[in-house]
DNA sequence: TTGACAGTTGACCGATTAGTCATTATTATA
DNA sequence: TATAATAATGACTAATCGGTCAACTGTCAA
């Protein structure tokens, strides 16, 4: 394990007892069991730290929860989003107990709660996407609102779950979600969250990449990785990204090989973007 | 206005943008034109005044939607509670700000924790007995359940109102939570949360107070009054406390008469509790 | 004019923080 | 084994924090 995912993982499970701010860099080194100094060897700062553990889970977690929402059946559709949502949560429940601390406006880095915003959307757009298919155009004027209502549902169970101590059926959980979900979908006529009420709010774009980034994105992965499976895989939808010549069936099977390593994830998200899968 | 409200009211502005962690006893002082030293004439400790904070406006919070659900007909019942809920949320919308940031876990002083959960579990208590009210047995087993996503659903609602500076037609949001309400509390069958969860969870007692604790927090208010109606209300309803002699109907007015004042909202509730009304 | 007094001030204290860097330890190479 | 390169250390700095207290100000009775 390199000494950046070892200061990662000690670190997050003191963020998740103290919080952020609570948790000095002396007591994530001792922790450690290294020095100061070597925490500044690979992170520039504190901030940077908080920074690369909130893109490494949320790029997991929405890349994740896609996959599984775009590849599930009609019938199970509900049921797999809520339990695979909960499933991830409660996986990293170090992360997801950071997550919940700072919420919001308590980090004061401008650059992060706009990180935070962002991935809040694309999960959003994930969770739209799924009633769209489900409801179709019967949910046209209430599908906004359907969207926080989930949302409000889902973080209210999921605070309580993570910080008391009691045992977890998720399958219970997800299968009450499942049928609260289609309640309202089916039978509430009135929407307070507007489509209008969105397009006020969300001024910059929302988290699309240029075929520049990708590929920048792709080569510095590439590099990351050692010879395996999954660096051949990204070499070649690199190639497929400049000069499409391989057959879809190909490149899908491509993007599966590279789906479950946790650091291609992300990519593996922007990839089925790019490609439409 | 003496100097602690003075604090009290621009604290809350900064606590509001920033946090109350991120808030400095310089900052306050500055933006209320005192010194440092001025400060802990009114507060022994920044601790303190948080503390002062949050017991103001939970205790007004509470009993105000108390008494307009206790207060209120069947019929419009439910929409009362969602609507005076958020009109006294954004009535005191900078105190709903630092109660979003703070929630729950960020703050690290044990006691206030404490004090934050009491007040959680007696609004919990509250909206409990609305359910009850309105639907009776049939709810027996997801009554619970229905509190949680009642204020799940107001909680994303209030947080999604309060950071973005949207327009707000709270008559609407009612309204839609209304009927939302009326659909879980009709048709929904799986419930995740049952009593047993709910007894798990909650080992102290709940925000009851002794007749002794009582008497002396009304001889305290009745302290800090100017002459007034309320203040002589308050020491008629201190006799009826130490031996009844009045009719319901003058002990119903005497309690009517000290309802609205901010500094009594609090043993208003406690003394409706404790006479049954 | 004096002096007692309540109210107010801000320089100061000890503790803690993120971040630095000269020094030392370890490993790789020749 | 000797030398160079790299990794790791922890004492140190400058800044900020909550909280204290000797000194100061203005008021009013004597």
Redesign the interface.
């Known amino acids: 394990m390199s000494k950046k995912q070892l200061i990662m993982e000690r670190a997050l499970e003191l963020f998740a007892k103290?919080?952020f701010?609570?948790t000095s860099v002396q007591q994530i080194t001792d922790h450690c069991g290294i020095s100061k100094g070597a925490f500044y060897l690979s992170f520039k700062s504190k901030d940077e730290l908080i920074f690369s553990l909130i893109d490494y889970f949320m790029t997991q977690l929405i890349s994740d929860i896609d996959y599984k929402v775009k590849n599930a059946q009609n019938e199970e559709l509900l049921f797999t989003y809520f339990y695979t949502s909960f499933q991830t949560f409660f996986q990293h429940s170090d992360f997801a107990?950071v997550l919940?601390?700072e919420q919001?406006?308590?980090l004061?880095n401008k650059e992060l709660i706009e990180k935070m915003h962002l991935y809040d959307r694309l999960l959003d757009k994930v969770t739209l996407s799924m009633i769209e298919r489900l409801y179709g155009e019967e949910v046209n004027k209430t599908k906004y609102?359907l969207v926080?209502?989930i949302?409000?549902?889902?973080?209210?169970?999921s605070?309580?779950m993570l910080?008391?101590n009691?045992s977890l059926?998720l399958k219970?959980?997800s299968?009450?979600?499942v049928?609260?979900t289609n309640?309202?979908a089916n039978?509430?006529?009135?929407?307070?969250?507007s489509e209008d009420?969105i397009q006020?709010?969300e001024q910059p774009a929302l988290g699309e990449v240029t075929k520049e980034q990708l590929l920048e994105m792709i080569t510095q992965k590439t590099d990351e990785l050692e010879e395996s499976i999954e660096k051949e895989s990204l070499i070649l939808l690199k190639q497929q990204v400049l000069e499409p010549s391989l057959s879809p069936a190909i490149v899908k099977g491509l993007l599966e090989n590279i789906r479950n390593h946790p650091h291609c994830k992300w990519i593996s998200y922007l990839l089925r973007s790019y490609f439409n899968f």
């Not at 409000?152 to 169970?157: E, K, V, W």
């Not at 039978?187 to 969250?193: G, K, R």
């Open positions: 103290q919080g701010e609570a107990k919940m601390k919001a406006q308590t004061h609102d926080y209502c949302k409000g549902l889902m973080g209210n169970y605070k309580l910080f008391s009691a059926d219970l959980l299968e009450s979600l049928e609260k309640l309202l039978h509430a006529t009135i929407a307070f969250i009420f006020s709010m």
